[in-house]
């Protein structure tokens, strides 16, 4: 997860002002039906996804991918619970956010952030404008958070994001936060099997 201010150019900040989060009704982490999870609840992009929404203050409105293309799909691990994971994003103080958190124990999916806008994840302005974030709950020197259900889950969601986006099933477009350019990130870490995880995707 990067917290570091992760922000556009003034010149191209395009916020919404409210800054009210938009998620007081959403119940973090209940498996909730998606586009059910109170009166306040977004759409979802992702039918398996539950809508808990990050603060409008942390991501940039936009309408991809008219306005940017959308190439990779970045995997990141919270370092935090998934519970606390989502605080973080519905405090607008934090300036981050992630199209999709998905949870240790049973793969459950929310989505926090609209496809069509842009996520503060990657740490890099570029990427963020071109990609998907997918965060996982768990920590980088810790594999038992890994679970089957997580990446079961979690390709089922890459493989989906792929195809709708013509972005191709394979490592130089599905990618490590670690693996942006200009961060110090080091997620998803040493204990993430990519063979198994891309092998996942394409039979998804």
Known sequence: MDRARDLPHPSRRRLLQAGALAAAAAVPGALLPAGRAGAQA???DYPAAQSVPASTSNYTVSNRPSTYPVDYVIIHVTQETYADAVKIFQNPAKQVSIHYLVRSA???IAQCVREK????HAGNWDYN???IGIEHEGWVDQPEYFTDAMYEQSAALTASVCARYGIPMD???IIGHVEVPGTDHTDPGPYWDWSRYIRMVNFA
Request: without cysteine; neutral net charge.
């Open 129 to 131: 404008t071109r990609s």
């Open 117 to 120: 806008n842009v996520a503060w």
């Open 171 to 173: 490592r130089e477009h």
């Open 42 to 44: 977004q759409a979802v």
């Open 106 to 108: 049973d793969g459950h």
